[in-house]
Each structure stands twice: as structure tokens, then as C-alpha cells.
């Protein structure tokens, strides 16, 4: 990923996480979005990899952070060891 598309990644995110919110797409739309960028991405510009962090940015957004069990479970280990 190049820092140069970094704002334009988080556009990409927050523009399809808000399209989420408001129920215009689903989950499953993001990620055939995210397929056809690589797809087509890599047709067009086969040694861009700039692409793939496109495309991972539809699939983070149709991931629900939000929801109980995506959150970190942190527990104790017994004994205190591995």
C-alpha cells in the first residue's frame, strides 16, 4: 500500500461503512466489490498492488466491529503461563 492512497483509502472505508449503516448495500456486496477491484485492478494494471488496499478496505468496512463477538476476549491464562 502506498501512503499516498492512505486518504483515499479511508474515503473509500468510510463511504461504504456509512452505505452499510444506512442498509443501501450489504456485507456480501462489499466483498463482490472488493473482488471485482483486485479482478479488474489486476487486469488493468497487473504490477499496481495498490489495488489490494482498495479492495481491503471494502472488506474491512463489511466487517461488523461493532458486534460482541468481533470484539478481543481477554482472559487469564492459568498460572499465570503459556
Given at each position: 500500500?502506498?501512503?499516498?492512497?492512505?486518504?483515499?483509502?479511508?474515503?473509500?472505508?468510510?463511504?461504504?461503512?456509512?452505505?452499510?449503516?444506512?442498509?443501501?448495500?450489504?456485507?456480501?456486496?462489499?466483498?463482490?466489490?472488493?473482488r471485482a477491484v483486485?479482478?479488474?485492478?489486476?487486469r488493468d494494471d497487473?504490477?499496481?498492488?495498490?489495488?489490494?488496499?482498495?479492495?481491503?478496505?471494502?472488506?474491512?468496512?463489511?466487517?461488523?466491529?461493532?458486534?460482541?463477538?468481533?470484539?478481543?476476549?481477554?482472559?487469564?491464562?492459568?498460572?499465570?503461563?503459556?
Amino acid at each position: 500500500m502506498s501512503d499516498d492512497n492512505a486518504p483515499a483509502q479511508s474515503a473509500l472505508y468510510l463511504l461504504a461503512h456509512a452505505l452499510l449503516q444506512m442498509r443501501v448495500v450489504e456485507p456480501d456486496d462489499l466483498v463482490e466489490a472488493a473482488r471485482a477491484v483486485e479482478r479488474e485492478g489486476a487486469r488493468d494494471d497487473p504490477y499496481n498492488k495498490d489495488w489490494d488496499g482498495f479492495a481491503h478496505s471494502l472488506r474491512l468496512a463489511a466487517r461488523d466491529l461493532d458486534a460482541q463477538e468481533a470484539r478481543p476476549k481477554l482472559g487469564v491464562i492459568d498460572g499465570g503461563k503459556a
